[in-house]
């Protein structure tokens, strides 16, 4: 499916998005990276930091993709804006996801300091990807902010759980012009696909990959997975009935003729 | 996914079965039945009498796939096997899809007269593939009778309602030798993912592709999604949990280095 | 609420059956029985035998309440029968629910064995309440055999899971004329409040009372719940829709003086 | 049940409030009230103004139960706060629910407004009840500004559809130490119910009482069923498991004494 859509200063052809943590190690998270077919990593910044002693994780992720640098570690909006910070001082670019988790049991994000973020990086030239709880009126305020996209929440983050907050992400699908991201919780190809056939722009994975059997070929699966809910949006899926509409001529075979 | 199965006599690659009825025409059937890259299609048998002033059918099915009539029409085991026997006099082979579908409504099958029709046909010598209600223990006698794999339906046929008895395939799956095909309901290509990732060895898709805007698309879409919820299955998907898990580093990243 | 119904032979009030397994003792179990309200009660035939060491457990269901012995360890259709003789031969009186259960894992009805020991035991002037995997065409032949009900599952005996397979119990509920009793997976009051809001006659609990931490309790909760989902499908529930409708008036009350 | 549980000021026994929109006249209202056995019901303050041609509303809420305004018509927190001190003014005493709602089509409320309103209000003494968008983060926000009570939606006002935001309704019951009353998307009985069961501390219901076919029935049905649920929970919902779990004893009834 060669379409494309633009989202901040990119025009892309893949939809799928992907994390690098929770990798058993860089190279499977490389070879994962280029058969999910992704244009688009995300990397918290602290991974990214020289002085740890795990090997440099840029050098495992392949060039031609755009990094997508994210503020994990920060509680509130000032400490996202220093990371953001630290990320483009770093050489990682414009692009920043904001990511404000101050509850470390389902690390949920705060919507109130993500729009804060996003305002104040916005402001600074940043693309700005907030990471947020699904709410149409949160969504609304983050594009009028001028994000780049909003990302909710299909459920919690590493829950492998599914879009479980079906009913809220479909209302900002339909009422919002940003493009919507559906990040976390997304556990199985399938549930990209229905992200996609909801009219999602994109989904966002990282742990069903990571921690599936094999990584590489999962991540096969859920680009192919992403390509098939698209084109089936595209294709324009048919209508649902209460009862049974017949594929094929169902009575009066044998009786016809008589 | 070159991964190849077996069914009945036959050796295949491609997981999806596709029905032909309710498409607008035979020119976009023909589009559509090659864009899936089905190896096997089902039609009614009476759809391909001569006698009709439709253009004759078989025409515009690709001669590469496996034809399976069915006895779409029969109300009984008798009808169901009386269909079977004038489709394979009529040079459509050994493959039969039994549909006993006495109710009208709901067009859901009898699964007594099918195991009695598949008991029949199996001795015959037909490759035989039964369309049921999910029931674990008349997928065991099917199996015990010979079938060569059983198709459970996912919602009333042209529902489009997806995999509703979900609960019952997925014992049948577990617990059944012969191959599972789940058929009718599936509506959307992230649905027929879904089956594959439940571990079904194939679904088949009628009205999902017929009936949407762009068949031939939406053929591919199920196409893909198949290929992408087998590949899932296969590459083992992670469990699910309660909780958050981190993908990221989430703490005293700021801190740290105080 | 004092609306009477009627099935078999008799005219009840409550819509509430309880079964006497898994209890830790048998005064609990009476107190559980007593505070559902239940007027028909199921009891293992095997567990009434009066060589067991167990205390003899019909001294401890309520004497006002009518027993439904079941064919529990029945294999097939004529184990069904014998059992049934063997419990009116005991005195336990006419009523027999029909429990053929091949499959000892998900512990599964077989529907064609269920049909065949109906029609016999309505024959010999049982009335016959058999336990069924949902499926219309089964209920039908189990109606037009004379059972006084027909039980469908919700999901498999014991396993809380609630009414899973809502989609072809709603079919039969609609469609059938005999009495619907949702039998298994019942798991919490919301469950059997679901069950008669689908237009269900009654439900037959048994785990989610016997097991719960207070058994007594949640007998009377089940109790309410029925009563709750009865008098709601009674007073007509409304329609869904997919957008919102203002339950008060929303717009320009500040404004609207101006 | 008799137990009791406070909120803001006051003890109650009753875990379900009512709303006063939608109802065909004010005597159904007044009878649906009473058969809902309700101690809390919420009344838009613009419903209550003398100037209206409509009958006196206040004269038709029974006089024992809580009112509680609310701020419908509000679309910020500004305009909320004016509703407030309006309600307080005339003599509807110092509950208040919070309603800022900028969207009109599917009235969903704007979380940042009303934590805003609610901490102006409980600075001003009011016993202030917001409704909110599902979010753990706001909801400790609201907790921390000093709300009796937080009421999370489970689907859009009106909408009849259920809790379908479920998964983030259980974290917030889970985690915070205030009410949770769940508000809106409330359709049937069994919604209410599994609410309970879920931990919520209430349900406020509206457009299904008042547009049921017979309100006043569906009024005592939701009694019952909070009540129902309310009983379960506590009673100890047990574990669900995948497979069967026998409620008798399954194997060898026949055969044991061979």
């Given at each position: 499916?060669?379409?494309?859509?633009?989202?901040?200063?990119?025009?892309?052809t893949?939809?799928?998005?992907v994390?690098?943590?929770?990798?058993?190690?860089?190279?499977?998270?490389?070879?994962?990276?280029?058969?999910?077919?992704?244009?688009?990593?995300?990397?918290?910044?602290?991974?990214?930091?020289?002085?740890?002693?795990?090997?440099?994780?840029?050098?495992?992720?392949?060039?031609?993709?755009?990094?997508?640098?994210?503020?994990?570690g920060?509680?509130?909006?000032?400490?996202?804006?220093?990371?953001?910070?630290?990320?483009?001082?770093?050489?990682?670019?414009?692009?920043?996801?904001?990511?404000v988790?101050?509850?470390?049991?389902?690390?949920?994000?705060?919507?109130?300091?993500?729009?804060?973020?996003?305002?104040?990086?916005?402001?600074?030239?940043?693309?700005?990807?907030?990471y947020?709880?699904?709410?149409?009126?949160?969504?609304?305020?983050?594009?009028d902010?001028?994000?780049?996209?909003?990302?909710?929440?299909?459920?919690?983050?590493?829950?492998?759980?599914g879009?479980?907050?079906?009913e809220?992400i479909?209302?900002?699908?339909?009422?919002?012009?940003?493009?919507?991201?559906?990040?976390?919780?997304?556990?199985?190809?399938?549930?990209?696909?229905?992200?996609?056939?909801?009219?999602?722009?994109?989904?966002?994975?990282?742990?069903?990959?990571?921690?599936?059997k094999?990584?590489?070929?999962?991540?096969?699966?859920?680009?192919?997975?992403?390509?098939?809910g698209?084109?089936?949006?595209?294709?324009?899926?048919?209508?649902t009935?209460?009862?049974?509409?017949?594929?094929?001529?169902?009575?009066?075979?044998?009786h016809?003729?008589?």
């Amino acid at each position: 499916m060669n379409e494309q859509w633009t989202v901040g200063d990119k025009t892309l052809t893949s939809r799928l998005f992907v994390g690098t943590g929770k990798f058993s190690d860089h190279q499977v998270m490389k070879k994962a990276i280029l058969s999910s077919n992704a244009e688009v990593v995300t990397v918290a910044l602290r991974r990214v930091n020289l002085n740890e002693e795990d090997p440099y994780i840029l050098n495992d992720i392949p060039g031609h993709v755009q990094l997508m640098p994210n503020t994990s570690g920060a509680r509130n909006a000032e400490e996202a804006i220093r990371i953001a910070r630290l990320a483009k001082a770093s050489g990682l670019g414009n692009w920043i996801k904001i990511e404000v988790i101050p509850d470390q049991k389902y690390l949920l994000p705060d919507n109130y300091e993500t729009i804060k973020a996003t305002k104040a990086l916005v402001q600074e030239g940043f693309e700005v990807f907030p990471y947020m709880n699904p709410d149409l009126l949160a969504g609304k305020a983050l594009q009028d902010a001028g994000a780049a996209a909003v990302m909710p929440l299909g459920a919690p983050i590493g829950s492998n759980r599914g879009i479980r907050l079906k009913e809220m992400i479909q209302i900002m699908i339909d009422e919002l012009e940003v493009p919507i991201i559906v990040d976390a919780g997304i556990g199985r190809p399938s549930d990209a696909a229905e992200a996609m056939e909801m009219g999602a722009d994109a989904v966002l994975v990282n742990t069903a990959i990571a921690t599936a059997k094999n990584p590489v070929q999962m991540a096969q699966a859920f680009h192919e997975a992403v390509v098939a809910g698209r084109r089936g949006y595209v294709a324009g899926i048919g209508p649902t009935s209460q009862m049974a509409n017949a594929s094929s001529p169902l009575t009066g075979f044998l009786h016809s003729s008589n």
